[in-house]
């Protein structure tokens, strides 16, 4: 029994004092069954399912939170990417798709909905064409709409055709919402080997191969992890690494309870567990703060890399030992403008672009919530997309691009994106043109070690 009193007061500590949430519990849900000649008919369906299926989500995470006394920040929907659904009808625009996606998560009462998606690896679909070209209209006409583009994989390759396209489509999106900071790049995501039951924004989507209805579940807990690390000051890294990995076991405990229990309460399959360190602008919850209680002076000077690696590996170890249903990206995060360390680093200078990169290599996901000059070429940022693409392909990793070319600043102005999204110090980029690279268009094969069968 006392062991058991010990384990509250323990989990209670994390709550209160190191920032352990849930950070969110995001209900999948199929879509394949709405598809239909008339779009009209089928938006109908869409709005009816998703309405009837997440109408308790919100209430069931509420009820969860005040019983378990563990917060859950976001309640969220991924449906099946839109691209193929919509492809059925003849519409030539999928921007009323996007409105009844928000519509029915305003009517539920969730903070956003994932899935206006097109997954174009290989080459595009009629639909896939018209839901990315309808992407900056949609994400400037919604509040809660968020979308992703998978555009390479380690076994397609790159879609080069598809890479320069979403340069152009990050241009126009910045455009449309330019009175809001060009906060529409900041729910859409372009990806490498997207995964099919991803809980967080703005990537999720519910995949082909996924039950008619899930609930998936992501938690977060840097602030866990750096105040177990400040018991140990001197410690060998096999020893960081160590605690670090137990850490991990007990968060990825806490966030298994909660989510069975939704799943239990709604009765709906229980999906994954995401074990992703997720970070706030809050202090105290910061992975950039993780790497520099281990050693750094500052993130992003030399040996963060190495240490990133360790945290990924030990979070993700700590995790499997801890639950069978570990899946979406499950990590750490290294978004700038969510995270307060990340952003004082960039402050600083120690943190800069390329080494954002170089730790991309070895983190959960990729270039995340980085804003840049909003006047950076088109071409540019489909060079950083096809650069981030080739890391995920040649590693057979997720990785990923969430960036922000805010219209009318530069660097040394700072944006503001408020809440979670938080603030960034606008960064710069290469000035030397990828162009003609980009212009080839074309696709970039597979690596020799996708042959796998």
């Not at 995060?333 to 360390?341: K, Q």
């Amino acid at each position: 029994m006392k062991i058991l009193h010990n384990k509250i007061f323990e989990t209670l500590r994390m709550i209160e004092e190191e920032n352990l949430d849930i950070r969110t519990i995001t209900m999948g849900i199929s879509l394949l069954d709405c598809a239909d000649l008339s779009g009209e008919r089928a938006r109908q369906r869409i709005y009816d399912k998703i309405t009837k299926y997440a109408q308790n989500l919100v209430s069931v995470g509420e009820e969860i939170e005040m019983e378990f006394g563990i917060p859950i920040i976001n309640k969220r929907i991924a449906v099946t990417p839109i691209a193929l659904i919509a492809s059925s009808s003849d519409d030539k625009d999928y921007t009323s798709y996007a409105r009844v996606l928000d519509k029915a998560a305003r009517e539920v009462g969730v903070n956003f909905i994932g899935g206006f998606s097109a997954l174009v690896q290989k080459g595009f679909s009629k639909g896939d064409k018209i839901l990315i070209n309808s992407i900056p209209q949609a994400l400037s006409e919604t509040e809660r709409v968020c979308s992703s583009v998978n555009l390479a994989s380690s076994k397609a390759g790159i879609n080069m055709d598809a890479v320069k396209l979403m340069g152009k489509i990050i241009k126009e999106t910045a455009y449309l919402t330019r009175d809001r900071d060009s906060i529409g790049c900041a729910k859409l995501v372009v990806f490498s080997n997207a995964v099919d039951d991803n809980p967080f924004m703005a990537g999720a989507f519910h995949g082909a191969g996924e039950p008619e209805v899930v609930i998936n579940v992501g938690v977060s807990g840097p602030g866990v992890v750096k105040s177990a690390l400040e018991k140990d000051k001197d410690a060998p890294l096999d020893v960081v690494a160590e605690n670090i990995k137990k850490t991990a076991f007990k968060i990825t405990r806490a966030g298994e309870i909660v989510g069975k229990e939704v799943s239990r309460r709604l009765g709906v399959p229980f999906g994954i567990l995401d074990l992703s360190l997720a970070s706030t602008p809050e202090i105290g919850d910061s992975v950039a703060r993780i790497l520099e209680e281990i050693g750094l002076e500052a993130c992003g000077t030399h040996g963060t890399t190495a240490c990133l690696a360790m945290l990924n590996d030990a979070v993700k170890k700590g995790g499997i030992m801890a639950s069978s249903s570990v899946g979406g990206l499950s990590g750490a995060f290294i978004p700038v403008s969510e995270d307060e360390g990340m952003i004082k680093a960039v402050q600083s200078g120690a943190l800069t672009f390329d080494k954002l990169e170089a730790m991309t290599s070895v983190c959960s996901v990729g270039l995340d919530m980085i804003a840049i000059p909003g006047d950076t070429p088109e071409s540019t940022i489909s060079a950083i997309i096809a650069d981030e693409a080739a890391i995920g392909m040649i590693n057979n990793k997720t990785t990923a691009v969430r960036i922000i070319p805010v219209y009318g600043k530069t660097v040394g102005n700072t944006v503001e994106f408020g809440g979670l999204l938080g603030y960034a110090p606008i960064m710069p980029v290469h000035q030397f043109s990828s162009e003609k690279f980009i212009n080839r268009g074309g696709r970039i094969p597979a690596p020799v070690h996708s042959f796998k069968n």
